[in-house]
Structure formats: structure tokens, C-alpha cells
């Protein structure tokens, strides 16, 4: 039974792709719960008012800021989505990104848990992760013939989750790119313990064509946050937070569509192309430790391997350059964007993602690009 649940959702990623197309980049934004299913419920706090407060906050941000993107909403009201129509709205919409949004709870009245984390889809690798994952899909137990129409998966069973082990995500690396960018500004921008980016197993993402997140905006059951997260200024912040994020992916992705980007004050100079002169007053005397380059040194052939993307110039730059920041040893590749600098080099994504935290501690916009016999593939 296990293998058949496997192979069904392995069949179903591979036959749903969608390419985005249209004029317009689209955005859809999921306010977690809704309707019957309140999701996490504290005293006078409830789930499913914060999430739809900053789901709202959010889509004006960005309708305010870019006419070019459209944005569609999977609730804008107090009603019940099932979480497979949820992820067929952003389908039909042919979105180019998935943002769903929640609060996080743990099974105590209280705690002194606090802070935001960022998910992207996967199995779950530690026993907190799989809770968060179980809570969310619960609310499956709330729709009609859910055993139907989830394929006899089981949100309380752990074994259930195994399906997750064997799904290839086509945008992971797209939805980690996202994921980090966000959760750096939920710890600059809004000012939040960083709790990190994690994977686990939602049935929301499951079956979404397109890069996609979930995000746990902080705990309901921590009295300070849950006060602050409901209120305006609060959801606003936290939606701030999220623009953020978005407006420097949205960045990135219109130069890799080779459309003309004009840099403003807010961005990072790491993906400026400015010369190295430019930054000759950047303190490179702390360089960020080598974590481990093995994978360099065996044999990658028809492998992936993965590497930090850190800084893009259109002239190839010195060995020791200060725009380098103290990254060493650091690697470059050419496209038609000039020259690209990568740092680390493995073949495990959660190694990757240790490498990035510390790179983005010097460059805040780094991000995963993968390789293959040496040439960066999509």
C-alpha cells in the first residue's frame, strides 16, 4: 500500500507540470483554514483571522508596488477551502509562486516556543516538523470522502508520510531560493526570532506546479506573540516581511528572464555589477568557514551537485577580490548574465542549506543553484 501511495503522488508531480505563462507574473496567496476549520484556536486567538489578516496585508503590498503582477487569493473571506482545491486554484491560475499562510501552535496551552519558519516541501526530518505537518493536514478530516480523494492518506499516521520521501519537488530549488529570502527578512525586516527554513509533509503543497512555501508566522499559544500577530500593526509586519522576500525573488527571476532590473537603495550590493572597487570599505577580515568541500573531490559525474550563488559581475574578477567578502574558496560560471560566483560544493541539499545560512550572513541574497557534469541545470 505504501509503495502504490508513493508511486501515485511520484506519477502525479511528473504529469501536473505547468509552465506560467501570460503577460503577468501570478502570485497566489493562501490563507490557511477558514470557515469551519478555525486551525489553531487560543482564548480569544484564532488561526484563521491572523493568516487571512496578513494574506490581505500582503496581496496589497504587492498589487500597490507592481501593476505587472496579478494576484489571486484563495479565501479573501471568513469560508472553508479544502486543501486540494486550494492547491487547484493556483494551477488554473498557471501561478508562478504559492505562498501559504499560517500560524504555528504546539500541543501545550502554552509555551515559550516563539519566532517564524519557513517551509518547503519534503519529508519531514525531525519529530517537530512532522507535528507542525500533522496539524495542518488535519483539516482533511473536515472534508467529504477525504480517503478518496487523498488516496487513503492518513494525517495522524506517521507512516502516511513516507510518500514524501519518494515525491521529486521539479521547483525545490526555486521554493528554497524563496524561502530563504524570506525568512532572512522575517529576522531583519520584521524583527523575529529566526527559526529557520524546514521541510515537511503538506498535503497543500503536494500538488502545486509551481515554487511554493508554507510559512508559520509564529506560535498562537505564546501570549506575546499570538497578541502581536493579531494585531494590524503586527499582521502588516509580518506581511512586510513577506514583501520583502518576494520583491527581491521577483528581482532575481526578471533578470533571469533578461528583462532590465533598475537596482534601488533597498538592494543588496551582492547582486549588484558594480566593480570590486565599489566595495573596498566591506569588512573581509572574518571569513566565513569552509563547512566542507568533499563532495568537490569525488566524483560528481551524473550527479547533482549544489552550490551558494553569491554574487554576479560582468567582468571576471581576481582570486582574493574584496567583493568576495571573505568566501574561499569560490567558484564562477558564464552565462549571458556575466560572470556568476558560486561557494561550496556537495551533493547533499540539507549541507547546501547549512553553506547558505552562513553565506547569507555576508551576501542576504545568496541562493541554491544546481549542477551537473559541471553545467548548471534548472
Do not use: W
Not at 527581491?248 to 527571476?253: A, M
Amino acid at each position: 500500500m505504501r509503495k502504490i501511495l508513493g508511486l501515485t503522488f511520484c506519477l502525479f508531480v511528473f504529469c501536473s507540470i505547468l509552465n506560467a505563462s501570460g503577460s503577468k507574473f501570478v502570485v497566489v496567496i493562501d490563507a490557511g483554514h477558514g470557515g469551519k476549520d478555525g486551525g489553531a484556536v487560543r482564548g480569544i486567538y484564532k488561526e484563521k483571522e491572523i493568516n487571512l489578516g496578513v494574506a490581505l496585508a500582503l496581496g496589497q503590498l504587492i498589487e500597490r508596488n507592481y501593476k505587472e503582477v496579478k494576484v489571486v487569493y484563495t479565501r479573501k473571506t471568513d469560508v472553508f477551502i479544502a486543501l486540494d482545491t486550494r492547491a487547484e486554484i493556483a494551477n488554473k491560475a498557471k501561478a508562478n509562486l504559492f505562498i501559504s499562510i499560517h500560524t504555528n501552535s504546539t500541543s501545550a496551552k502554552t509555551t515559550n516556543a516563539s519566532g517564524a519558519d519557513t517551509y518547503i516541501l519534503g519529508l519531514a526530518r525531525s519529530e517537530e516538523n512532522l507535528e507542525v505537518a500533522k496539524r495542518e493536514n488535519s483539516v482533511i478530516l473536515l472534508e467529504d470522502d477525504y480517503t478518496t480523494k487523498y488516496e487513503g492518506f492518513d494525517p495522524r499516521s506517521p507512516e502516511s508520510y513516507i510518500i514524501f520521501e519518494f515525491m521529486t519537488n521539479t521547483f525545490m530549488e526555486q521554493s528554497l531560493q524563496l524561502a530563504n529570502l524570506i525568512q532572512n527578512d522575517f529576522k531583519t525586516v520584521a524583527k523575529r526570532p529566526d527559526r529557520g527554513v524546514r521541510q515537511a509533509g503538506f498535503l497543500v503543497l503536494r500538488k502545486t506546479s509551481m515554487p511554493s512555501i508554507l510559512i508559520e508566522l509564529g506560535f498562537i499559544n505564546n501570549q506575546s506573540e499570538a497578541s502581536f500577530l493579531s494585531t494590524k500593526s503586527g499582521q502588516q509586519t509580518m506581511a512586510s516581511a513577506i514583501y520583502s522576500g518576494f520583491k527581491k525573488y521577483k528581482r532575481e527571476f526578471d533578470k533571469k528572464q533578461g528583462k532590465f532590473v533598475v537596482a534601488d537603495k533597498e538592494d543588496d550590493f551582492s547582486f549588484d555589477t558594480k566593480d570590486s572597487a565599489a566595495v573596498e570599505n566591506i569588512n573581509t577580515k572574518e571569513p566565513v568557514s569552509n563547512i566542507t568541500q568533499e563532495s568537490k573531490k569525488a566524483d560528481l559525474t551524473g550527479k547533482i551537485e549544489y552550490r551558494v550563488q553569491f554574487l554576479i559581475s560582468r567582468k571576471k574578477l581576481p582570486d582574493n577580490s574584496p567583493s568576495f567578502r571573505g568566501l574561499s574558496p569560490v567558484t564562477f560560471y558564464k552565462d549571458e548574465g556575466g560572470y556568476k560566483y558560486t561557494y561550496g560544493s556537495t551533493t547533499s541539499l540539507k549541507e547546501i542549506m547549512d553553506i547558505q545560512h552562513q553565506v547569507n550572513t555576508k551576501f542576504k541574497d545568496a541562493f541554491i543553484v544546481k549542477f551537473k557534469d559541471g553545467k548548471r541545470v534548472k
